[in-house]
């Protein structure tokens, strides 16, 4: 019986967790470092064990590592090296959903050396991303054709019945990652000219696009584009654009948030214990008594400002309450957040992942190709998210300790032998993708 060892119980977990505890040649233990969640996650199960652990105590993991054959860390992802060391010092298969660092890359030769399998970017974005992708490009090849231009854009939103807040968003994962992500550069490859994007711009070069049966989305551009040319063969591509989904206004707000310096991590004495709208004011070097709204609309000027004016006082920061627990304006921010756009009982989210493929085909005719998953979440169960990136993480996980994925190295799902049974168990879970084919020229 392989021994499969979790390290963290959070928001996404569930899903796998029980995904992998129902498999009866496994025996799964979560770790994490309240023991009252990893024994709410095994509760039930007969192969599942609770394990306590703090992750800072380099002793501790090292020890609990060592017991298992394939380690899969839930963990923020600023724990993952010291944990891929510990896999590689005592030859331990490692698995993440996270995306593949440099640091984490650079393990590559000796994570092959030692055979093993450092799997990653083994959930939704990234994961099922680049699992359905490959299939189209792969399909493509043999027929003999070319991509010209890909465009992939995902996002996770709440479904258009629980829409119903001014932010168009709820949060299903920690809210402190979407709002650090709002000040990532992007780079990407349009019609044969690279573009590139300063994190400050990030919200000014947005589109909208429609998404066939639920309307109209903002799509901004995804960290960095280019390396996927490479990762995915796209060697005829003129376009290769990654992008996120969010509903209408949220790149103006978080445009905003950002030129008024709200996006920010640095310490400040000024945050705890006061006032929204008196570290508003502070923050716009002004006096709590003036005109704030207008201060801002004098400092930031975008169409639709009244708009987004609207949202931040929805939010309540020109309000009189007192902010507690934040040390810096990003925490008071990502706690607010937190705090107003909550999923209540029986809310649901959806998870809408879409790839847009212009190809010539062999005859040199053009097709359009989409392939689009929109998932939703359980009426008081799992939700979207939580399903779309851990049930991925388990069923190749189920592979690797079932013999199936001889691969070795650091690597993401981006080969057959691994994208082809996880895309046709995800069909069975009732995730899958719709593919259209259109010629266009």
Request: charged share 25%; glycine share 8%; aromatic share 8%.
């Amino acid at each position: 019986m392989k021994k499969i060892l979790v390290l963290g119980a959070g928001l996404v977990s569930r899903p796998g967790v029980h995904y992998l505890l129902q498999q009866k040649e496994l025996e799964v233990t979560v770790a994490s470092r309240t023991l009252s969640k990893a024994e709410e996650l095994v509760k039930g199960f007969p192969h599942g064990k609770a394990r306590q652990i703090n992750v800072e105590n380099s002793e501790a993991l090292t020890e609990l590592i060592k017991e298992f054959d394939i380690v899969i860390s839930l963990l923020p992802w600023i724990h993952h090296l010291k944990v891929a060391e510990f896999c590689l010092e005592h030859g331990k298969h490692m698995v993440t959903t996270s995306y593949v660092s440099q640091p984490m890359n650079e393990l590559d030769e000796k994570v092959k050396a030692k055979g093993l399998l450092f799997l990653n970017e083994i959930g939704v974005d990234p994961g099922i991303d680049h699992m359905s992708a490959m299939k189209i490009i792969d399909e493509l090849e043999l027929e003999g054709g070319k991509v010209l231009h890909f465009y992939s854009y995902c996002g996770g939103l709440p479904a258009p019945q629980h829409n119903d807040n001014p932010f168009g968003y709820k949060f299903s994962w920690s809210p402190r990652g979407v709002v650090l992500a709002s000040r990532n550069p992007a780079r990407y490859l349009e019609n044969g000219k690279v573009i590139e994007i300063e994190g400050k711009d990030l919200f000014r070069n947005y589109l909208v696009e429609e998404v066939e049966g639920l309307g109209q989305f903002e799509v901004y551009p995804n960290r960095d584009s280019l390396p996927y040319k490479d990762l995915y063969g796209l060697k005829n591509a003129l376009t290769v654009k990654r992008g996120t989904y969010r509903n209408l206004g949220w790149c103006d707000t978080f445009y905003v948030l950002n030129q008024l310096g709200f996006i920010d991590e640095t310490p400040v004495d000024f945050v705890e214990g006061n006032s929204y709208k008196n570290i508003t004011a502070k923050v716009l070097n002004s006096n709590p008594d003036a005109d704030l709204k207008s201060i801002i609309m004098d400092k930031v000027k975008i169409d639709k400002i009244d708009q987004v004016i609207f949202r931040l006082e929805w939010l309540g920061l020109f309000s009189d309450e007192v902010v507690r627990n934040a040390n810096n304006l990003l925490d008071m921010l990502s706690n607010r957040l937190q705090e107003k756009l909550v999923y209540k009982p029986g809310e649901i989210d959806m998870i809408i992942l879409k790839h847009t493929f212009i190809v010539e085909n062999k005859d040199n005719s053009i097709d359009r190709i989409t392939s689009t998953l929109i998932d939703f979440g359980i009426p008081n169960g799992d939700t979207s998210m939580a399903r779309t990136v851990s049930l991925p993480m388990a069923i190749a996980v189920k592979m690797m300790a079932n013999g199936k994925i001889k691969d070795t190295g650091v690597k993401i799902p981006n080969v057959k032998n691994i994208y082809q049974p996880i895309m046709i168990e995800l069909e069975n879970l009732g995730i899958r993708m719709t593919e259209k084919r259109e010629r266009i020229n």
